[in-house]
């Protein structure tokens, strides 16, 4: 019964590159998060996505990052012409239910952790 | 804006000392959460509490809710080593729970 995968574990990309960082939810959640997490800090919001649909960008830059979830495949955190400051591990959590059902409960993935050079 | 404050930020306590950290929210909420992370691992569940006067233990760890107060405490007893860990509280915005709202952070260091 495999959680929350993620992948790469670890990505380094120099200034000027694409950062591609991959997301499988838990077999049944259709429900994904994405956070980020600077380093000594709390994890912040970015998306929230279903199958096909963007539910709540709030919290992605606007510019650079995007965020897809397809009917097929996993869902994806792209950061274009990636900069020091996307250094971060980027945590994906799933959920079966929209607003995360009774308990809200979270889980999370093992995070992607970006270094940019 | 939703704001989630955690004190202390670091604690370091001797091996079977008992000690609170606490965590204050600043809008209405009804669901806090309680996540244990360890250095470059993810987040581990703890507690999830869901109304006023919850109050949830699990092992060394007790975790209570005063959703009046806006504000929730995890509680150690006994401190042991494996402790050692960042632990983290979320909540709820309760107009929209699409979203976890993390707060600071309270590294942990448990020493003999």
């Known amino acids: ?117 | 804006e939703l704001k989630v404050e955690q004190n202390p930020l670091f604690l370091s306590m001797q091996e079977g000392k008992n000690y609170t950290i606490y965590c204050n929210y600043s809008t209405t909420s009804d669901r806090l959460y309680w996540y244990r992370q360890d250095p470059g691992k993810s987040l581990e569940s703890l507690f999830v509490l869901l109304s006023n006067g919850a109050v949830k233990q699990e092992g060394r760890l007790m975790a209570s809710l005063d959703t009046k107060a806006r504000l929730s405490t995890l509680h150690i007893t006994a401190a042991v080593h494996d402790l050692s860990a960042t632990y983290f509280c979320a909540v709820d915005l309760q107009e929209n729970t699409d979203k976890l709202i993390f707060g600071t952070g309270t590294r942990l260091q448990v020493f003999p």
């Open chain 1, 1 to 117: 019964n495999a959680g929350v995968m993620q992948n790469p574990r670890h990505l380094v990309r120099r200034r000027g590159q694409e950062a591609r960082l991959r997301c499988s939810p838990m077999k049944g959640h259709s429900h994904v998060y994405w956070y980020r997490q600077l380093p000594e800090e709390g994890l912040k919001f970015m998306v929230y996505l279903q199958k096909e649909n963007i539910i709540d960008e709030s919290g992605m830059p606007k510019e650079r990052f995007s965020a897809e979830f397809p009917k097929e495949g996993p869902s994806i955190l792209r950061i274009q012409q990636v900069v020091r400051g996307d250094s971060a591990a980027y945590f994906c959590a799933s959920s079966p239910f929209r607003n995360r059902g009774n308990t809200g409960e979270l889980f999370f993935g093992e995070g992607s952790r970006l270094t940019v050079l």
